[in-house]
């Protein structure tokens, strides 16, 4: 079977949450059949060497802007892709397929994480911008979801949320949840500077959704309350901060952390926190269970389904409670479970590769 992906999120931002999907489902298909990557990338881009990239250069930090992504989708996918002929190809990043299918044999699978570019406020520059990057997103994810044969979204949540938009396209819907593969063991020396023996965690702060300047409220409050509560580590930049939340005792902000920084500081956290207001998976869930450490999170998206039952659990709009679930977790801190890291064995290689292989088969009956 060929199989062709999309490979830009790994080009433009190798850390990311889908940056780190696309490498999981690059490598669970190798299994399958041979595999190509389709990217954008600087003159020069190591990329280069391993994918098929248009002859022009792109901005790396540039690929997710509508001029870059209308020159590859347009201009050089659908020719790529008449070129390779592969059996499926995969749009990794919510929408991506070229603008018509081409060739007729090549079956085309969208890989949807979530629709909060049409449902909720996402971080832009200012809201002009954010208005035109909602319209171009709608035509694009529409246009992508007419143009698929299959929709694979990590979750229930945002399978039902990708068929309330998209009625018409509810029976291509399938659910793969995200991979996390095999744990590595975490390093105390990896920490990055200044981390403390005793913290909490939260991962990623950019997002409005994210809801992270009314967590950060709560968790100042419950500290002023009581001196057990830990310092508190966020993996993002402190610019995502409103000013007045900025540079408090005990807060802590790193931003660019390697892969192996990012286990240890799971590994050793007392508790992570996921305040989202909404989730299409919530992959630093699965990966903090993996190392070992509990999690706490907030319910009414995929965070519902993707916590063990016994995770503690909060609303993301009552700041009083989180406060008192926080002040409970301070004095009496959840001790490290191995049947977290059986929870998360869930989502390990070997069952990501065996749902895939269903999937798969099922592309095939058409080809």
């Known amino acids: 079977m060929r199989i062709g992906i999309d490979y830009r999120p790994v080009t433009a931002a190798p850390y990311s949450g889908i940056a780190r999907q696309v490498l999981a489902l690059e490598q669970a298909l ?3 059949g041979e595999v190509y990557r389709f990217t954008a990338a600087p003159l020069g881009h190591p990329h280069r060497q391993i994918a098929y990239c248009p002859a022009s250069a792109s901005p790396v930090n540039g690929l997710h802007r509508p001029r870059e992504r209308v020159k590859f989708e347009l201009g050089f996918l659908p020719q790529a892709i008449k070129n390779t002929m592969p059996d499926v190809y995969i749009a990794t990043a919510n929408t991506g397929l070229p603008f018509w299918q081409t060739p007729p044999d090549t079956r085309y699978v969208l890989l949807l994480h979530d629709v909060f570019q049409l449902t909720m406020d996402n971080h832009h520059g ?92 709560a968790w100042l409050a419950a500290r002023q309350q009581h001196s057990k509560v830990p310092a508190l580590v966020l993996v993002g930049s402190q610019a995502d901060l409103p000013l007045a939340l ?19 500081l799971y590994a050793h956290t007392a508790c992570l926190w996921q305040p989202s207001l909404a989730e299409g998976f919530g992959l630093p869930v699965i990966e903090a269970l993996a190392q070992g450490a509990p999690v ?47 929870w998360a064995a869930r989502f390990a290689m070997p069952s990501y590769c065996e749902r895939l292989g269903v999937l798969l088969a099922a592309l095939r009956v058409g080809l």
Request: charged residues 15%.
């Open 246 to 264: 900025r540079g408090l005792d005990g807060l802590i902000c790193v931003s660019g952390v390697s892969d192996a920084q990012l286990l240890a």
């Open 296 to 342: 706490a999170v907030a319910e009414g998206s995929a965070l519902d389904e993707i916590a063990p039952p016994s995770s503690p659990r909060f609303s993301p709009y009552d700041g009083d409670a989180l406060q008192e679930l926080m002040l409970s977790l301070a004095l009496c801190p959840q001790a490290k479970d191995p049947s977290g890291q059986e």
């Open 30 to 32: 190798q299994t399958f």
């Open 126 to 217: 200012s809201r002009l911008k954010a208005m035109a990057y909602r319209q171009i997103d709608r035509f694009g994810m529409s246009r992508s979801v007419a143009l698929a044969d299959a929709i694979w979204t990590p979750s229930g949540f945002t399978a039902s949320e990708v068929a309330r938009l998209f009625p018409q396209a509810a029976a291509k819907i399938a659910v793969l949840p995200n991979a996390v593969p095999a744990v590595q063991p975490a390093a105390t020396s990896c920490l990055p500077e200044g981390i403390p023996a005793q913290y909490w965690l939260v991962v990623g702060t950019r997002e409005p959704r994210k809801n992270i300047p009314w967590f950060v409220a």
